[in-house]
């Protein structure tokens, strides 16, 4: 994959991604993001890159049957997985498959946008943000997070991959953490036209369930499923034992309880 490419995954893939990546690092911070945005009753949100539609569902639950979300992401599998998935009673989501690039929705016809973890795999970061700033109407918000720094869990796993596996697949895996800083979204959302554009460090701490399963489920889940279901199993052992050295000092229980920190972006549609 190259440098902040987009993700594809098989329809196997996109189900761990689900099962280990939606519901244990992204999930606890849906609800924030959908507070950050002050999503309201009736209100018309998109998500953009919305995987398996973790955030869009809480978003449904803000809006209820008066309001309206959509759900885009350029990966099929994904949303085939978000397609199967139970929504909130009496909501209502669409989900399309397309590029944060071309949203394919008309001018002002969105209340609030959100991307969560997103915005690092757009190859044209600029052009998507003037996207979600095209669809949104007059008063429209934008909530927009990506991780602040590589974190705990995540060095631990490219550690592991580099010394078991190589370095081209830590870097891969590290992909996701390679992010615009503070400054750069700063300048992107104010260059796309938003006002009252706002950067803040979101800290929560996010508990992840035995290490050495959970980091094999894990890397299955991304584009490295082929390279790891290739490694020689004693490797794979040595991988899940290593990450679990790694964060022993936050072990809770058989898992483990670490801190995590975001950049979420907020901004308006003057």
């Known amino acids: 994959m190259a440098k902040n490419g987009q993700w594809q995954l098989s329809a196997e893939a996109a189900e761990l991604y689900e099962r280990y990546v939606a519901r244990y690092i992204l999930g606890p911070w849906a609800p924030l993001l959908v507070d950050a945005a002050h999503v309201g009753v009736g209100e018309r949100v998109l998500d953009v890159a919305c995987g398996t539609g973790v955030v869009a569902r809480a978003a449904a639950e803000r809006v209820g049957s008066a309001g309206r979300v959509v759900g885009v992401d350029l990966n099929s599998g994904m949303i085939a997985v978000a397609r199967s998935l139970p929504i909130p009673v009496s909501a209502s989501i669409e989900w399309v498959e397309c590029s944060a690039l071309d949203l394919r929705l008309q001018d002002a016809t969105v209340d609030v946008v959100l991307c969560q973890q997103g915005l690092q795999f757009f190859p044209d970061k600029a052009l ?12 429209g918000r934008l909530a927009l997070s990506v991780w602040n720094g590589v974190g705990l869990y995540n060095s631990a796993v490219g ?31 104010t260059e796309a036209g938003f006002s009252a ?27 490295l499923a082929p390279l790891i279901a290739a490694t020689e199993p004693a490797a794979r052992e ?13 072990a809770d229980g058989e898992g483990v309880t670490y801190p995590e920190e975001t950049h979420v972006l907020t901004a308006r549609v003057s």
């Open 128 to 139: 998507a943000i003037r996207e979600m700033r095209r669809v949104l109407a007059r008063g």
């Open 159 to 189: 550690e592991a991959l580099t010394r078991f596996v190589d370095d081209a697949a830590a870097f891969q895996f590290c992909v996701s953490r390679q992010v615009p800083t503070k400054e750069e979204l700063q300048r992107l959302a």
């Open 197 to 223: 554009v706002d950067v803040r460090v979101s800290r929560i701490n996010v508990h992840l369930p035995r290490l050495d399963k959970f980091t094999l489920g894990h890397l299955s889940a991304t584009p």
């Open 238 to 250: 040595k991988i899940g034992a290593s990450v679990m050295k790694g964060l022993q000092r936050y």
